[in-house]
């Protein structure tokens, strides 16, 4: 099955610079690669997806990039605010009938006023 | 994006005995997944339930210890049988998109086992 690897696990930023969240993935047949973001207490929110025919997207401050020869893909989240802090998971999908989705670890980012 | 509500949203049980979470949709779904969370931890797919067949389980996870019902479309529950203390987590539902393969999630039930 799909393994997902995420890197940091955990990343402190002043605010107002960027942050970079790395994940890998081991099933080359995987075309789906949603990220989330988790406040304390409440339920993960898809913040950004991509899929394997697209490059990079982004919207507004927070972009994703995806190297599906490398079988990696990051999140990149500029001009950092102190609401941008929470846990994020990056998750693929495996390439079954159905979109199931394996998820990394977690990054708990924290940005610092 | 779905509006998904889960009962209860939280619950504190004596070890031996089982709870059940409900997950409704406010729209018809074909996929529904049960995932569990544990403390500071990533989330792990249970099972997937679909509507008129019986749910498929992920390894080590098994039928006896998480019953799953999916009787229509909006809805479905999922139990956790003869809890111990390592049962105590989040559980959460999720439905995926039809339009766009995303998976939303439900608020989560907090379980702690004493």
């Known amino acids: 099955g799909e393994n997902v690897e995420q890197h940091p696990s955990t990343l402190s930023v002043q605010e107002g610079d960027s942050a970079v969240i790395k994940c890998t993935y081991s099933d080359s047949a995987s075309n789906y690669f949603p990220w989330y973001k988790q406040e304390l207490g409440k339920r993960p929110q898809l913040i950004i997806d991509i899929r394997s025919n697209v490059g990079e997207k982004k919207d507004q401050r927070i972009a994703v990039t995806l190297n599906k020869t490398a079988k990696h893909f990051s999140l990149h989240i500029t001009e950092t605010q102190p609401e941008d802090s929470a846990v994020y998971f990056c998750?693929?999908?495996?390439?079954?009938?159905?979109?199931?989705?394996?998820f990394g670890t977690g990054t708990k980012l924290q940005v610092i006023p | 994006s779905a509006v998904i509500s889960q009962k209860p949203s939280r619950d504190i049980c004596q070890r031996g005995t089982s709870l059940t979470i409900q997950c409704q949709v406010d729209?018809?779904?074909?996929?529904m997944f049960w995932y569990r969370q544990q403390p500071g931890q990533s989330l792990t797919l249970i099972a997937t339930a679909n509507q008129g067949s019986e749910a498929t389980y992920e390894s080590g996870f098994v039928i006896d210890k998480f019953p799953i019902s999916r009787p229509n479309l909006t809805f479905s529950t999922l139990t956790v049988s003869n809890m111990s203390p390592e049962d105590s987590s989040i559980y959460l539902c999720s439905v995926e998109s039809s339009s766009t393969d995303t998976q939303y999630f439900g608020p989560g039930t907090r379980l702690t086992v004493l």
């Open positions: 729209s018809q779904v074909t996929m």
């Open positions: 998750a693929a999908s495996d390439s079954g009938g159905y979109q199931k989705v394996t």
